[in-house]
């Protein structure tokens, strides 16, 4: 199995940036892919094969990926936004894992 | 609509089975990898089991390898999840999740039901 290593919490203030950031070993030959929870709620995709968007989700959202670390980028950021932020991957072998969740908090 | 409903879950003590089901609608069904993915109370997300379109190929977390087996049934389209030696560390709510799959992309969760909580206690 491989990990996806992500910080418990990030928080800023509205309007300001978030970066919440995701690493692991796989990432250099994987694509990452970031999923938003809300509580209560199911996950959704915000960002697939590190920096696209799909349909309906906001151009403040955006991905990037460097080495081992892959980052979710939040321009602008809202109240609604708050959430957990989940990045996920693979090995190419049959395996799937996601990192342990960022709470992200608008101050 | 595009929507997955999952349902089967509730009670069940420790040792025992049970087997989760998940509707999926407004999507051709049998062209789409699907999955489980669970969430234990106030954790993270854990990727469970995936299945190939038309069941040929199936994948397993090393925590429920085993003891649970993926399975569908396109003509029905649905989806399931069998759940056997149930431990209490299996409880979690169980979403079910649409898998576009290739094997340069690596696989991802695009669409995802609302979840369905399996509870293992005595």
């Known amino acids: 199995s491989f990990e996806l290593t992500q910080p418990p919490s990030v928080s800023v203030s509205p309007g300001q940036t978030a970066r919440i950031t995701c690493s692991g070993d796989?990432?250099?030959?994987?694509?990452s892919f970031w999923y938003q929870q809300k509580p209560g709620l199911a996950p959704f995709l915000v960002i697939f094969?590190?920096?696209e968007r799909p349909s309906g989700i906001p151009d403040r959202f955006s991905g990037s990926s460097s080495g081992t670390t892959v980052t979710l980028t939040i321009t602008g950021v809202q109240a609604e936004d708050e959430g957990d932020y989940y990045c996920?991957?693979?090995?190419?072998?049959?395996?799937?894992?996601f990192g342990g969740g960022t709470k992200l908090t608008v101050l | 609509e595009v929507q997955l409903v999952e349902s089967g879950g509730g009670l069940v003590q420790p040792g025992g089975s049970l087997r989760v089901s998940c509707s999926a609608s407004?999507?051709?069904?049998?062209?789409?990898?699907m999955s489980w993915v669970r969430q234990a109370p106030g954790k993270g997300l854990e990727w469970v089991a995936n299945?190939?379109?038309?069941?040929?190929?199936?994948f397993y977390a090393g925590s429920v390898k085993g003891r649970f087996t993926i399975s569908r049934d396109n003509a029905k389209k649905s989806l399931y999840l069998q759940m056997n030696t149930l431990r209490a560390e299996d409880t979690a709510v169980y979403y079910c999740?649409?898998?576009?799959?290739?094997?340069?992309?690596?696989?991802?969760?695009?669409?995802w039901g609302r979840g369905t909580l399996v509870t293992v206690s005595s």
């Open positions: 999740a649409r898998f576009p799959y290739a094997f340069l992309t690596g696989g991802y969760f695009d669409l």
């Open positions: 407004g999507f051709i069904f049998r062209t789409y990898w």
């Open positions: 299945i190939k379109e038309d069941g040929t190929e199936k």
């Open positions: 796989v990432l250099p030959n994987q694509y």
């Open positions: 094969k590190d920096n």
């Open positions: 996920q991957s693979a090995d190419g072998s049959g395996s799937w894992m």
